[in-house]
């Protein structure tokens, strides 16, 4: 089995973290509305569409590959955020212009949340390329240190 | 002002070089569903025992995707270089790649 099951149990929840739960409430109901907004005003403007290839999805283990521009990536999102339901998460912009290696692809993985095990598409996890843990109204950083999931269609293969 | 320290401090630093006590070591401090303080020592992790590795990071902290909460660890757990999960188990048909990082409590690890 896995570790993840008991995450709750293997501590106490840090009371200054806990103390800010509403207002994290808040703001992500905010953000999604600035989300949709900022989304429309790209669409007016010039935004950069990324092409969807054939090469984008050969993608695979080994690879290097390079993470695309912000803008871009961002001028392809849904309104929540993400791309074929992969949330492009605010940690992940300092990756981008980077070149990685293709540690993975990710074809099925075990949804914490809903727990249970889902089936994905043309999604790659990069070697080095991990959460910082940082969020926003959170005092402390969480430690697990997991891989981000990348969307292949955010990424250019480099020969 | 509220935020709580560790119950106790990590004996092994970021960087340091630990080994993997041996499975008889471990064994001994499980209970019966191969935990420590909650924190499972999965089949995996059984084939790094005796062998040497760095401490990648101290995890203090671990947020529950679940719960959608943080929780500050009871004791320290460690994540060392490139040990990663390999996502089989016998409880679904298809391999997890998700990748996470395996979490070593710190009775189960000893200085070089």
């Known amino acids: 089995m896995c570790q993840l099951k008991d995450l709750d149990k293997m501590g106490t929840l840090s009371r200054a973290d806990a103390s800010l739960e509403g207002v994290r409430e808040g703001l992500k109901k905010i953000r999604r509305a600035a989300f949709t907004l900022r989304k429309h005003m790209l669409a007016r403007g010039a935004a950069v569409s990324i092409p969807v290839n054939r090469e984008n999805r050969a993608i695979g283990p080994e690879d290097r590959v390079k993470v695309r521009s912000r803008d871009e990536i961002l001028s392809a999102l849904d309104d929540e955020g993400k791309r074929g339901g992969c949330k492009f998460m605010r940690g992940m912009s300092e990756h981008c212009g980077k070149t990685y290696r293709v540690l993975k692809n990710v074809d099925f993985f075990f949804d914490e949340a809903r727990q249970k095990m889902v089936k994905t598409k043309d999604l790659v996890i990069l070697e080095g390329a991990t959460c910082s843990g940082q969020q926003r109204l959170y005092f402390n950083r969480c430690d697990r240190n997991c891989f981000f999931f990348w969307h292949k269609e955010w990424l250019e293969r480099i020969d | 002002m509220f935020r709580s320290k560790p119950e106790r401090e990590p004996r092994f630093p970021q960087g340091e070089r630990i080994s993997v006590r041996t499975r008889k070591e471990i064994e001994a401090g499980l209970d019966a569903l191969n935990k420590r303080d909650?924190?499972?020592?999965?089949?995996?992790?059984?084939?790094?025992?005796?062998?040497?590795?760095?401490?990648?990071?101290?995890?203090?902290?671990?947020?529950?995707?679940?719960?959608?909460?943080?929780?500050?660890?009871?004791?320290?757990?460690?994540?060392?270089?490139?040990?990663?999960?390999?996502?089989?188990?016998?409880?679904?048909?298809?391999?997890?790649?998700?990748?996470?990082?395996?979490?070593?409590?710190?009775?189960?690890?000893?200085?070089?």
Not at chain 2, 81 to 87: A, D, R, V
Not at chain 2, 91 to 108: A, K, N
């Open chain 2, 38 to 112: 909650h924190c499972l020592m999965t089949e995996q992790m059984w084939d790094y025992c005796g062998q040497h590795f760095r401490v990648m990071k101290v995890v203090r902290h671990l947020f529950d995707e679940r719960k959608n909460k943080l929780y500050q660890s009871h004791s320290p757990l460690y994540i060392l270089e490139n040990l990663i999960c390999h996502g089989r188990t016998n409880i679904f048909p298809h391999q997890c790649d998700r990748s996470c990082y395996l979490l070593w409590h710190e009775d189960w690890l000893d200085n070089v």
